[in-house]
Structure formats: structure tokens, C-alpha cells
């Protein structure tokens, strides 16, 4: 299935309830700016940037929330079809090469994955949630870690964390797939040197 034939997926009222585009949000909220998404500040949250090693891009913001992490990647997407059911697949297949098990089931966001990923060197497993959503000409990818994998109060808290976000997809033309450029905050930019950025500690990887 091609990706203008695969449906989009979304919660029916994605529009009204988020994730946002940034076309259906009120431009003058004190939003945190980083490029591909944007989102409101709020107490006891902190804003993580995954940077790559080599051309320091920023490939991810992670957010740290109800004691969870919750992984973020912008990507561009077909006006008219969806990414994530085929990219359900490919991550599902992703993690049985690399010997772990996972789960899918239904949730508030719609079809997601439960996974066991084993950690590197045989130190056991660590258990992930990964969500999708279709927006218009975007798709949203999160990667959901710590008590909101097992937990339901923490699990909604991160959840409705996710659809309070807003995907700045720009009118650039971008090929399908293609991650949406996320930057620095340029207050941070502005006033801090690059090493205080805080980065992640692991690679993230766009399928």
C-alpha cells in the first residue's frame, strides 16, 4: 500500500482536541517554539533536544512528565493519506529483528504499539509505547517510556500531554517521511552556550 492510499489515523476530534496544526491554534498563547512543534509550557515539565552527533541536528524533542518520557519526531506527510499504519509495520518488524516483542491494541490516540526492546549487552528489557497521529501534510510520531507505560493516571497525563501539541509543518515542500526541521529555542540560543542545551542520551531514529 502506497502512502496516498493508506487512510490517514487520527482521534475524530484531532482538530479540536489536538495534536494541533498550527493553523487551528491561537498564534498569540506563550508557546515554546522549537521549529516542526510547538508547545505550552507547563509545571513539571522539562524539554529535552536529541541532537545527531555529527551535523548536531536536532532529530528529537523529548519531554520529561509524570514521571515519563515522551519522545517527539514532526514528519511529512501526503495532503491526502497517512503514514502510520504503514509505519506500524515497519517498526514492528524493526523490533523482531532485534529479538523483542511487541503488542498492538487501541487507545485514546487510536492504534499503538506496546514493545519489550532488549537492551543492549543482555541487561533485559525496556518497555515503550509508541503513538501515532495523521495530521494535514504531517504525521506526529511519539515514543512513550516510564510510568506511563504501566501506569493509567501517568499514561493519560502524557497522553493529553501529546495532543496539547502543535506541528508546525511550514509550506516548504518536503518528500513524505522527511523529518520536519526542529531547532533550538531561540531564547535558549540567544542567551546560552551550545553545550547547555540539554541533549538525550540515546539516537532517534526516524522510520
Known amino acids: 500500500m502506497s502512502d496516498t492510499e493508506a487512510p490517514k489515523s487520527a482521534p475524530a ?10 493553523s487551528e491554534v491561537n498564534p498569540v498563547r506563550p508557546y515554546v517554539d522549537l521549529g516542526g512543534i510547538k508547545l505550552l509550557p507547563r509545571a513539571e515539565l522539562a524539554v529535552r533536544l ?33 503514514l502510520w499504519h504503514e509505519i506500524r509495520e515497519q517498526i514492528i518488524q524493526q523490533i ?15 492504534p499503538e504499539i506496546r514493545a519489550e526492546i532488549p537492551v543492549p549487552g543482555g541487561q533485559g528489557a525496556r518497555i515503550a509505547r509508541f503513538v501515532g497521529v495523521d495530521g494535514p501534510r504531517w504525521f506526529l510520531r511519539g ?21 496539547s ?15 520536519i526541521p526542529l531547532q533550538v529555542p531561540s531564547s535558549v540560543a540567544g542567551s546560552a552556550a551550545p553545550g547547555a542545551v540539554p541533549t538525550g542520551t540515546g539516537p532517534a531514529t526516524a522510520v
Do not use: C, H, W
Not at 14 to 22: I, L, S, V
Not at 62 to 81: E, N, V
Not at 96 to 109: A, F, I, M, N, Y
Open 165 to 179: 501539541i502543535v506541528v508546525v509543518r511550514g509550506t516548504t515542500p518536503m518528500p513524505p517521511r522527511d523529518l
Open 13 to 22: 476530534d484531532r482538530a479540536t482536541a489536538g495534536p494541533f496544526d498550527d
Open 96 to 110: 523482531d529483528k532485534q529479538g523483542g516483542q511487541t503488542v498492538t491494541s487501541t487507545g485514546s490516540l487510536g
Open 50 to 82: 536529541e541532537i545527531e552527533e555529527g551535523n548536531k541536528r536536532v532529530v528529537a524533542v523529548a519531554l520529561d512528565y509524570a514521571g515519563s518520557t515522551l519522545q517527539l519526531q514532526p514528519f511529512a506527510a501526503p495532503r491526502s493519506g497517512g
Open 143 to 163: 515514543v512513550i517510556s516510564g510510568e506511563a507505560t504501566s501506569d493509567p493516571g501517568a499514561a493519560a497525563k502524557v497522553e493529553e500531554l501529546f495532543r
